[in-house]
């Protein structure tokens, strides 16, 4: 897993972030905020239920770093309903804006409405109930202004953090700095055994990633392993329908690519990742019911036309 990256108003201070975490491509579409939406795609009855046993699931496992004692909380519930704010998105920034206020104190999120890897940082936000802490600041990936290169994240990427006079990158790292230096719900467990699982399915991500990618394109191995593997993953622990049991940082890591990768195999392929698959169904809908998550959520019409233009799709 990649390491935390800090950059400070002078410059460098860390190395360069990985390309596996953040948006930098102009495969993003235009956005209008009216055209948030809130489900990924309704839900198909799962037809039959998965196998215990699958060879491919195995994870390496890599620590996570601890929650400081004074930032621990209850865990959350999935809906978040008594911590959710609405609020009013603002516009994106472009080539034309002015900067805010860099560096006044104010903290800062840098995402793209569009990029699923700040999704991950926005969703956290929001479960955490951290709206009026940490402001959203959308800039257009397509039409980005300099001052965000020169001034605010040399590597010109999103998402990034403007806090205490630094910025940081990685939506991985961010989500856990978030849940670790922000009040609010915990959204990582104490349980050893839990804990060690997140680390492993963190880990497996950008493996399940490039599985169900490749797909698209036709190289490699069938996406439907890749599922069976999450459905497999969802069946670990019985204490609720997330992949910890309860709603977690690693639920909020998976959620902005399978909401793409659900409609878009459904559309293209007609293949449906809930069929046989009732864990993942269920999660689908769980993750529906979160507040936090629905506000950052998009148009699955427009997320299948960005994928179809990214994998040079033409359906006939």
Known sequence: MATLKIWNIGGIIGTGPSSTSQCS??????????????PILPIKPALSSF?????????????????????????????????????DLPPALDSTSDPPPLFDGTTRLYISYTCPYAQRVWITRNCKGLQDQIKLVPIDLKNRPAWYKERVYPPNKVPALEHNNEVKGESLDLIKYIDAHFEGPSLFPDDPAKRQFADELLSYFNSFYKTVTSSFKGEGTDEGIAFDDIEM????????????????LVDIAYAPFIERFHPYL???????????????????????????????????KELVESYKKRYMVIKI
């Open 25 to 38: 491509s102009n495969h993003a579409i235009p956005f209008s905020p009216n055209r948030i939406t809130t």
């Open 233 to 248: 993953a969802l069946s670990k622990f019985e204490d609720g329908p997330f992949f910890l049991g309860q709603f977690s």
């Open 51 to 87: 196998h215990s046993a699958h060879p491919i699931l195995y994870f390496p496992c890599k620590p996570h770093f601890p929650l400081p004692a004074s930032k621990k909380s209850t865990f959350i519930s999935s809906a978040m309903s008594s911590r959710y704010v609405q609020e």
């Open 266 to 300: 459904l559309e293209v392929k007609n293949y449906d990742i809930t069929h046989g698959r009732p864990k993942l169904a269920t999660w689908i809908e769980e993750m529906n019911k979160n507040e936090g998550y629905k506000q950052t959520s998009r148009d699955p």
